[in-house]
Nanobody
Framework: QVQLVESGGGSVAAGGSLRLSCAASGRSFSHYAMGWFRRFPEKEREFVAVIGGDNGKAYYTDYVKGRFTISRVKGENTVYLDMNSLKPEDTAVYYC?????????????????WGQGTQVTVSS
């Protein structure tokens, strides 16, 4: 059974940084893409970033380009999201997710496994 567990959320002042981690278990994820989404109150989850399985290519939503970095260590079932220059509008619950293959989808519907989420709160 696939399990994704996020950690690293918390509260930070605007301009600060946080690193989120997602530990995956249940199968090998080295060939699978892994992504991050976030959910604002009373909104659907929206795409933040994804990193490919085999090629390690990364894609970001425009709102976080230049501020967030997604990464993974080859051979490890862990993906990271380094968030810098955080803004109050980044406040959300952040979710780790994985699709079925190595491609990098940005649609929520293409992801089949999800973590429980971790809260990130940025104060002004």
């Amino acid at each position: 059974q696939v399990q994704l567990v996020e950690s690293g959320g918390g509260s930070v002042a605007a301009g600060g940084s946080l690193r989120l981690s997602c530990a995956a278990s249940g199968r090998s994820f080295s060939h699978y893409a892994m992504g991050w989404f976030r959910r604002f109150p009373e909104k659907e989850r929206e795409f933040v970033a994804v990193i490919g399985g085999d090629n390690g290519k990364a894609y970001y939503t425009d709102y976080v380009k230049g501020r967030f970095t997604i990464s993974r260590v080859k051979g490890e079932n862990t993906v990271y999201l380094d968030m810098n220059s955080l803004k109050p509008e980044d406040t959300a619950v952040y979710y780790c997710a994985t699709p079925l293959g190595s491609s990098c989808p940005i649609r929520r519907a293409d992801y089949v496994s999800w973590g429980q989420g971790t809260q990130v709160t940025v104060s002004s």
